[in-house]
């Protein structure tokens, strides 16, 4: 690694490979070595999250720029179990940017941070020349406090099953449809949205939940992976039980991607106990954004911190960390 | 606008009751050979077919796949990455190329490298959106590197159509195009040749029709069925080919008939013969020197390639693969990448060293990223 690329910032291995050498390797400590989505800090009262956002275009079919910015921490602190409760937000601005729609999009900031009854209590603005920065970056940072502790990606056991809770890959597809012009797909919009109402129903309805991870850059699979290299177990998930809509099924076919790697906005992977699955799946099938929750697989011991897949006819392959940048295939 | 479903293309062709049923079958006339069977699957999209859906774990153990050198990245020689690698960082220059062209690693360092370094590389779904940013970068040079076999040559063409015909002075080339049925009689013409029959890439036969494949069943006396990429198209075509084994016959069949016809796209293949001819040498990589088995921009256009107009900063001469890499083994059949010692281990999709591993298509790509759980 001489030089970054775009690939070091996928969410896959070359992305975990320029986290671990370089910024892990400076800050170690107990908190940070978690790996969670969100450090867990007071005892264990408080989680505390930041993520900087990034997006082209920056207004496109389901959300924008700002609803991401607003759902990205709120849900790395949700995933955690814990409630958000104060954002800061810091915003980069390009030189020549229109005012109007730094209106919209701080609107659709607003209106999330009410779902999610957080508040924003500091914030930073800077405007830099043109070509510095592609339009619009924004940093938020969010405290949540805790409701259910001991969620943990490192802490998943044998037969434990996994949920999705939702259809897998629309934020992904539809980023690369309305970037590239590909319009076949009218109906299709990115999932993105705030996960804390769904956390606390499930919270509420007394589940314990072993871990739980909101599958953005790299997809499920790389939620998958993470968890069962951290847990050192295997993960079996059946190819038939995935939910892909039609349009992101298209996406993937015309160029060659795979659903699993693809980013979601609003779905999250959950690992919980058999006994509990059942009762969860009641509480996300109640719920509008989880709605097309379902029981993917489960945990074993097959291929130790692997990700198999099984397929409809009896076959297997691993699904491995997506690498690279996500590029379409040549024909 | 009327939505483009993409779903009935490839509903039917997933369908497990079908693949399970075919296998039973494919067992079934797998009993009945009396010798094993070696099919090689020319086209890098097939092995992913292959690895992906784990046709490989459906296969009697009579009958055995050998990947193809059917990836048009996986043979491009280093020489022609660097020519792609120099131009991108040439000032005022955009370099457009195709999807995993960008990680391939040249003797200099792959495009993602150059474009770290500065350079404008660009990569677009089709040839035509580079109209597009040659009108956004008047003041700019735009190279199209293209590349690709059969398939992709025709759209190449229609970008050169369209830049001729509207006049626009600021797109180049430079020209990949390879074709598949060269590649195919030199590695039959090899002394260790262990292939027996042939499964034939669907997108090719799209443009080409199958014709091209008449030789290879008439003078070489190996059966070939044109393929689609879907599972029951890989076995439905295995079906076929063991079932013509059993019963002593020799055709070319075409399985992917919902595209592909004996003779192809005619206008297709008129446009590429306005503006290419062959190219009287390619260097493949793995594979060496091939007579006629490229093509290159007729002369009279002349002034749009990036080749001749660049020729004094592009080096011709021949660049090595790393010593250990076996890609030209694997793509000659007679290697599988783990044989490769270096699989897996210093050669990785993120730090590749050959291209084996980083094109979408290639073999080597296919066995990492699935796995072989068998
Ligand atoms: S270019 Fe055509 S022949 Fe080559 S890998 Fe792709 S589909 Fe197959
Ligand atoms: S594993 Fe890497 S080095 Fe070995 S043959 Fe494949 S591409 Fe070449």
Redesign the pocket.
């Given at each position: 690694m001489k030089t970054i690329t775009l690939a070091h910032g996928n969410g896959g291995q070359e992305n975990n490979e320029l986290i671990s050498k370089i910024f892990y390797k400076a800050f170690e400590n107990e908190i940070l070595a978690k790996s969670e989505d969100a450090a867990i800090i007071q005892d264990g009262t408080l989680a505390f999250s930041t993520d900087s956002f990034t997006v082209s275009p920056i207004e496109f079919p389901g959300a924008d720029i700002g609803k991401l910015a607003v759902c990205g921490t709120c849900n790395d602190l949700a995933m955690m179990g814990a409630k958000p409760k104060y954002l800061t937000c810091s915003v980069i601005i390009e030189e020549g940017f229109e005012v109007e729609t730094l209106k919209r999009i701080v609107a659709s900031m607003k209106k999330e941070l009410e779902v999610n009854g957080a508040i924003v209590v500091s914030g930073d603005t800077k405007v830099v020349p043109r070509g510095s920065v592609d339009k619009i970056f924004i940093n938020t940072t969010g405290i949540g406090q805790i409701q259910q502790k001991g969620i943990s990606s490192n802490n998943i056991q044998e037969e434990d099953m996994i949920l999705v809770s939702n259809s897998i890959g629309k934020h992904g597809a539809t980023i690369f449809a309305s970037r590239e012009g590909i319009d076949f797909s009218t109906s299709l919009k990115s999932d993105c949205a705030s996960l804390w109402p769904v956390v606390k129903k499930l919270i509420d309805s007394g589940i314990k939940i072993r871990a739980l991870r909101d599958a953005t850059r790299g997809g499920v699979s790389a939620v998958l992976n993470e968890w069962a290299k951290q847990s050192n177990i295997c993960i079996e998930i059946e190819e038939e039980k995935i939910p892909v809509c039609d349009e992101v099924n298209g996406i993937c076919e015309l160029l060659g991607f795979e659903a699993l790697s693809l980013a979601n906005e609003g779905t999250f992977v959950m690992a919980i106990s058999k006994d509990e699955v059942q009762k969860a799946l009641k509480v996300l099938k109640e719920i509008d954004t989880s709605k097309e929750a379902q029981i993917i697989g489960k945990a074993s011991t097959l291929h130790r911190e692997k990700v198999v897949l099984n397929t409809a006819w009896g076959t297997q392959r691993f699904i491995d960390l997506p690498t690279g940048e996500l590029l379409p295939?040549?024909? | 606008m009327e939505q483009l479903k993409l779903k009935d293309l490839y509903d039917g062709f997933r369908n497990p009751q079908t693949i399970k049923a075919l296998k039973r079958l494919l067992d079934k006339e797998a009993k009945k050979l009396n010798t094993k069977i070696n099919i090689m699957e020319?086209?890098?999209?097939?092995t992913h077919t292959i690895m992906k859906y784990g046709i490989n774990q459906l296969l009697p153990e009579n009958i055995e796949f050998i990947h193809g050198p059917?990836?048009?990245v996986c043979v491009m020689p280093k020489e022609r990455i660097d020519h792609a690698y120099l131009l991108s960082l040439q000032e005022n220059v955009i370099l457009v190329t195709l999807g995993d062209m960008i990680k391939v690693p040249g003797s200099r360092g792959s495009l993602q490298d150059a474009r770290s370094k500065g350079a404008d590389v660009r990569f677009v779904y089709s040839p035509l959106d580079t109209i597009k940013i040659a009108n956004e970068n008047k003041d700019k040079k735009i190279i199209f590197f293209a590349i690709?076999?059969?398939?992709?040559t025709p759209m190449t063409a229609a970008l050169l159509e369209h830049v001729i015909k509207n006049k626009i002075d600021n797109i180049y080339f430079h020209i990949n195009h390879i074709t598949?049925p060269e590649p195919m009689r030199v590695l039959l013409d090899n002394q260790d040749c262990k292939i027996d029959a042939f499964i034939g890439?669907?997108?090719?036969s799209v443009i080409t029709g199958s014709k091209i494949y008449e030789e290879f069943v008439t003078e070489y006396n190996k059966p070939v069925v044109v393929a689609g990429?879907e599972p029951v198209d890989v076995m439905q075509s295995i079906l076929s080919l063991v079932k013509q084994f059993n019963e002593n016959k020799c055709e070319l069949e075409i399985e992917y008939s919902r595209a592909v016809s004996y003779d192809g796209n005619l206008a297709a293949q008129k446009l590429n013969d306005k503006y290419f001819i062959k190219a009287e040498h390619f260097r493949w990589r793995g594979l060496g020197d091939i007579p006629n088995s490229a093509l290159k921009l007729k002369d009279e256009y002349a002034f749009l390639d990036a080749e001749l107009i660049y020729k004094d900063i592009l080096p011709n001469e021949e660049i090595d693969d790393h010593k250990l890499c076996i890609c030209g083994d694997i793509m000659r059949g007679v290697a599988k990448p783990n044989d490769c010692k270096v699989f897996g281990k210093a050669c990785k999709p993120s730090s590749p060293l050959g291209s084996c591993m980083v094109s979408s298509?290639g073999a080597c790509s296919a066995y990492y990223k699935y796995g072989n759980l068998l």
């Open positions: 295939r040549i024909c | 020319v086209c890098g999209g097939h059917g990836c048009p690709g076999f059969e398939t992709t598949v890439p669907s997108h090719v990429f298509e």
